[in-house]
């Protein structure tokens, strides 16, 4: 068997071969190059829009951000240059120690909380805001009832716990136990509640000056006032004054939350829950003829629909939100038109309206654009009405196969011993009155039972 020699290697060769760490540095260059040619295409072609963590808009693009976790307006308080002495810090305490007011923006629950630095602004704002509010769940939303349970001076703050704080009561002692052997006893008796509170800390820069409690509550306006309200007073002043206008007119607008049209008009006389198309949604009804009816149509947590019906005059029916750009901070819809090279994406279950709206597509394995091959004018694909088999005359779903009948089998010749006994007369096989019927008859029937005279 011939075999063809190769080459003997000699140095160039072994210059030209890469060692595995060479390879890993060439491999990192190429990834390199292809990430920086995927960026500058989408560059190119799309425009991105960055939300900071002060919830303000970045790369020259304005974003709508929703306004109860936008930034806060600072404050002007004047401020002394003193630091607070013992007699402050206790005056301090005494006023704000278990005093109640109205949350004015969403508290969110945690041992972190929300952070207000004096006359400046609040961390965290914007996206990192609703972050914690949807992963920890609210202590409190815009406009409900809130209390100081506890209020701690420190070198450069005062933190404030709202509705029992987010720590649980005695956190470590509910740990501990005292007795011998099995027969313990804890030291505190809990009833493993999850601490439901939250958190607010005021900074100041330099440390905590000489401050009254008028002054306290007026750095911690923008987040809770402190201020003698009636329920609906403290909701509207947490809502834009259009909204606010509206709801103290007793006005219901198309995207109102069921919290709005419950201040704006009460609750209703009647509700009534129905399903139109695919979309189950519950009508709220105010008023009785003939005085005006109105029919607030909420899907979920929002108005869709109002109609108003006067006697005399056709109803006139609302569709189009306006409540849902007063609640941005720029006064713009969410969802606005798509600029040039951009296109919008809506995450979650998409809502859609039936009345101006086609339903979705159903799935199919053709391509965009792709036809149906022409079948000669035969439709393929559709579903046919199902036609059973008919059912001929003479079938039933139990009948049985016709057997012809068998013929009897024949009898046996009988000898003249053999023949047929007849049966016993009635009299020889009665019973006797008063006797036991248990006795056995008599055992040849062909006898006569009388006796002989």
């Known amino acids: 068997m011939n075999r063809p020699l190769l080459p ?10 890469l060692s595995p760490h060479d390879s890993r540095d060439l491999w990192r260059f190429a990834g390199t190059c292809t990430l920086l040619v995927c960026v500058a295409t989408g560059m190119a072609f799309g425009q991105a829009i960055t939300i900071d963590k002060q919830g303000n808009a970045t790369n020259g693009a304005s974003a709508s951000v929703d306004r109860r976790f936008a930034q806060i307006q600072p404050t002007n308080v ?49 996206e990192d805001y609703l972050s914690m509010a949807t992963a920890q769940g609210l202590c409190a939303k815009p406009g409900d009832r809130v209390v100081l349970t506890d209020v701690k001076i420190e070198n450069s703050k005062i933190v404030f716990d709202l509705n029992g704080g987010p720590d649980v009561k005695h956190r470590f002692l509910r740990h501990i136990q005292i007795g011998a052997g099995q027969n313990t006893t804890p030291v505190v008796q809990t009833n493993d509640q999850e601490a439901t509170g939250a958190r607010l800390t005021l900074e100041f820069k330099g440390g905590v000056p000489e401050l009254t409690g008028s002054q306290v509550k007026a750095l911690l306006a923008p987040m809770i006032s402190f201020d003698v309200k009636t329920p609906i007073q403290a909701f509207t002043d947490t809502l834009p004054p259009q909204l606010k206008d509206a709801i103290l007119n007793h006005h219901v607008l198309v995207g109102m939350s069921t919290d709005m049209v419950l201040f704006a008009k009460g609750q209703p006389q009647s509700k009534s829950r129905e399903v139109e198309g ?47 750009g007063l609640m941005r901070t720029d006064g713009t819809p969410v969802y606005t038109a798509d600029a040039p090279g951009t296109h919008t994406v809506q995450m979650g279950d998409v809502q859609r309206d039936p009345n101006t ?97």
């Open 78 to 126: 004047p401020l002394s240059k003193d630091s607070m002495n013992a007699k402050t810090r206790q005056e301090v305490i005494r006023v704000m120690q278990a005093e109640q007011g109205f949350a004015m923006r969403p508290f969110p629950r945690g041992r972190k909380g929300l952070t207000l630095v004096a006359n400046g602004k609040l961390t965290p704002a914007g």
């Open 357 to 453: 709206q086609a339903p979705t597509a159903p799935p199919s394995l053709r391509k965009p654009g792709e036809s149906l091959p022409d079948n000669g004018g035969q439709k393929v694909g559709e579903m046919k009405p199902v036609q059973f088999p008919k059912q001929k005359p003479d079938d039933s779903p139990n009948a049985r196969p016709k057997v012809p009948p068998a013929a009897p089998p024949a009898q046996p010749s009988q000898s003249a011993s053999q023949a047929p006994v007849a049966p016993a007369s009635e009299s020889g096989n009665a019973t006797i009155s008063g006797e036991d019927e248990s006795r056995p008859a008599n055992s040849n029937p062909t006898t006569n039972s009388t006796q002989p005279h």
């Open 8 to 17: 003997p290697p000699n140095r160039h060769s072994h210059e030209r071969l």
């Open 278 to 324: 695919q979309m189950p949604f519950e009508e709220w009804i105010y008023g009785k003829p003939p005085k005006d009816i109105e029919f607030v149509r909420i899907n979920g947590n929002r108005v869709i629909r109002v109609e108003i019906a006067k006697m005399g005059e056709p109803p006139v029916i609302y569709t189009k939100d306006e409540v849902e």
